[in-house]
């Protein structure tokens, strides 16, 4: 199959509905993940097919976004979007394949599960997850300069955010609702004072080094 989407036009700067649109293309989809960084918890992906006939203004990388902010977006997206898809890879997922592979594999099953087939994927980052049934093209730093990746980026880091408040209400000791995992020194202090939970990521680092002195292994 001739592949009628250069690479010129994803690796510009902005990759507006009529760039998209002049290539033959009408359905593409952004996709990113949320929570690599964490040291617990799962970590989430969604994927976006916008509608340009029902633009979202400020739509940008999630992480440049206040909470309340990105809460906002998040529900014009769900209501306008024409199709989107939320997915996670588990700890456990995580600690098998490593947090590349599962957030290649969450990427997946987002963009595997939305409602309409895209007939494009645009990643977030530097590489595609594999084995994907659509065309796709890696975009670094593609959250904060392709709309539709943003949205992706949006959708992903509130569900996620969301999952962390309810492990929350579950260890409240660790604090999730103040750092939502990501290894603060706040964190760091109550893991070593309560030790690992089920839901911390075993093969990182912080927490390994606390198993290993325990006489655990991952």
Not at 84 to 96: F, H, K, M, R
Not at 159 to 183: T, V
Not at 191 to 203: A, W
Not at 209 to 218: A, C, D, Q, S, Y
């Amino acid at each position: 199959m001739t592949d009628t989407f250069q690479d010129k036009r994803v690796s510009s700067l902005q990759l507006s509905f009529e760039d998209v649109f002049s290539s033959g293309i009408s359905l593409v989809c952004g996709a990113d993940e949320a929570g690599r960084g964490p040291i617990a918890g799962p970590v989430f992906a969604a994927a976006v097919i916008l509608d340009p006939d029902h633009p979202i203004d400020g739509l940008k990388d999630s992480k440049k976004l206040s909470e309340n902010r990105r809460d906002e977006l998040a529900q014009l997206i769900k209501e306008k979007a024409k199709a989107w898809s939320i997915a996670q890879c588990s700890v456990a997922e995580i600690d098998e394949l490593n947090i590349l592979w599962a957030s290649m594999l969450a990427m997946k099953r987002a963009i595997e599960r939305l409602s309409i087939k895209p007939e494009l994927a645009l990643i977030d980052g530097n590489r595609c997850p594999k084995e994907l049934s659509v065309r796709a093209r890696a975009i670094v730093k593609g959250d904060d300069r392709i709309p539709v990746i943003s949205a992706a980026s949006i959708l992903a880091k509130t569900a996620r955010d969301a999952i962390m408040m309810e492990l929350h209400s579950q260890y409240p000791e660790y604090g999730f609702d103040r750092h939502k995992g990501y290894p603060t020194a706040f964190h760091l202090a109550q893991l070593e004072k309560f030790g690992v939970s089920p839901v911390h990521r075993k093969t990182y680092a912080p927490v390994r080094k606390i198993l290993e002195r325990n006489g655990l292994t991952v």
